[in-house]
């Protein structure tokens, strides 16, 4: 196995841990660690977590660290080969050979090859990220596919051979969890899992990624959106909703909203289904003035 221990001038977890937060991107030391040993290892990174604790963001932020692309394969149920890796055009091959008359033409060629995701992060390994999202969402034949290009990063295209990457790519994949990974997926990867983060480094990264909010607001919100996410609700507030919150209420008690009716005012930026907000409706007034405590 080759080791790459210096990952454009990032030798160690904790200068990953430093460039991601220059990238605004807060990484515990398990986060930063996983994500450094696959890098120098050259192995997919394996992000599970709940919806909304920053999975895509993490990718996107080792993206912008490396100063590479990011390419996202977004998953879901009936993703197949085509999605993922190419297709040929058939109406412009269909039109090149009506224009070619009796002359030969090569229909295989370049120009008609559409690439998807993981082509393209095969051919340039070098300046990319590949991320595969919510691998759970696809179904199970999509990921024993997978398997093979997770193991020799290539791929056969019958019409013009196999197509190996240069270098092994960079390649993340995110999970919700709505289902369980075949253990062999598991194998080829570095994993993590990520959790919501605690209140102190979610207050943080609040005012990180909203700059006009004020630390005693992101504290109320992080502190009412802890209480919702302990409620039995469909869908969570995760990280980005916080952040949302955030600035929703801050933007509404600037043109005149007083506290906690901001936050009240506001609570659509944070729970976004109708059956959430009607059961946290009659409790919401005083979730909202323990959280300001």
Same mark, same amino acid.
């Given at each position: 196995?080759?080791?790459?221990?210096?990952?454009?001038?990032?030798?160690?977890?904790?200068?990953?841990?430093?460039?991601?937060?220059?990238?605004?991107?807060?990484?515990?030391?398990?986060?930063?660690?996983?994500?450094?040993?696959?890098?120098?290892?050259?192995?997919?990174?394996?992000?599970?977590?709940?919806?909304?604790?920053?999975?895509?963001?993490?990718?996107?932020?080792?993206?912008?660290?490396?100063?590479?692309?990011?390419?996202?394969?977004?998953?879901?149920e009936g993703v197949d080969?085509?999605?993922?890796?190419?297709?040929?055009?058939?109406?412009?091959?269909?039109?090149?050979?009506?224009?070619?008359?009796?002359?030969?033409?090569?229909?295989?060629?370049?120009?008609?090859?559409?690439?998807?995701p993981m082509l393209a992060?095969?051919?340039?390994?070098?300046?990319?990220?590949?991320?595969?999202?919510?691998? %759970?969402?696809? $179904?199970?034949? =999509?990921? /024993?596919?997978? !398997?093979?290009? *997770?193991?020799?990063?290539?791929?056969?295209?019958?019409?013009?051979?196999?197509?190996?990457?240069?270098?092994?790519?960079?390649?993340?994949?995110?999970?919700?969890?709505?289902?369980?990974?075949?253990?062999?997926?598991?194998?080829?990867?570095?994993?993590?899992?990520?959790?919501?983060?605690?209140?102190?480094?979610?207050?943080?990264?609040?005012?990180?990624?909203?700059?006009?909010?004020a630390e005693a607001t992101?504290?109320?919100?992080?502190?009412?959106?802890?209480?919702?996410?302990?409620?039995?609700?469909?869908?969570?507030?995760?990280?980005?909703?916080?952040?949302?919150?955030?600035?929703?209420?801050?933007?509404?008690?600037?043109?005149?909203?007083?506290?906690?009716?901001?936050?009240?005012?506001?609570?659509?930026?944070?729970?976004? %289904?109708?059956? $959430?907000?009607? =059961?946290? /409706?009659?409790? !919401?007034?005083? *979730?909202?003035?323990?959280?300001?405590?």
């Open positions: 196995m080759v080791v790459r221990s210096n990952i454009v001038g990032i030798g160690s977890p904790q200068a990953l841990e430093k460039a991601l937060r220059a990238a605004y991107y807060l990484a515990d030391d398990g986060l930063s660690t996983a994500a450094y040993l696959a890098l120098a290892l050259g192995k997919p990174l394996l992000l599970e977590g709940a919806p909304g604790v920053g999975k895509t963001e993490a990718a996107k932020a080792v993206a912008a660290v490396l100063g590479r692309k990011l390419i996202r394969l977004q998953c879901y080969a085509a999605a993922a890796l190419y297709e040929w055009n058939y109406p412009r091959q269909m039109l090149a050979i009506r224009q070619a008359g009796e002359d030969s033409i090569d229909i295989y060629g370049e120009s008609f090859l559409i690439e998807r992060c095969l051919r340039a390994p070098d300046s990319t990220v590949l991320l595969i999202d919510e691998i %759970d969402r696809a $179904d199970q034949e =999509f990921e /024993a596919f997978l !398997l093979e290009f *997770l193991s020799d990063f290539q791929i056969s295209i019958p019409e013009r051979g196999t197509i190996r990457a240069a270098e092994r790519p960079i390649v993340v994949l995110t999970s919700n969890r709505t289902r369980e990974l075949h253990e062999a997926l598991r194998r080829r990867c570095v994993y993590h899992w990520i959790d919501y983060p605690d209140a102190e480094r979610e207050a943080r990264i609040v005012m990180m990624r909203a700059s006009s909010v992101a504290r109320a919100v992080v502190a009412a959106v802890a209480k919702l996410r302990r409620e039995p609700l469909s869908k969570a507030p995760g990280i980005a909703e916080a952040v949302d919150w955030a600035e929703a209420a801050t933007l509404l008690n600037q043109t005149g909203a007083r506290w906690p009716d901001a936050f009240r005012r506001s609570i659509g930026v944070a729970l976004k %289904d109708e059956e $959430d907000l009607s =059961f946290i /409706a009659p409790r !919401l007034d005083a *979730l909202l003035a323990e959280a300001m405590t």
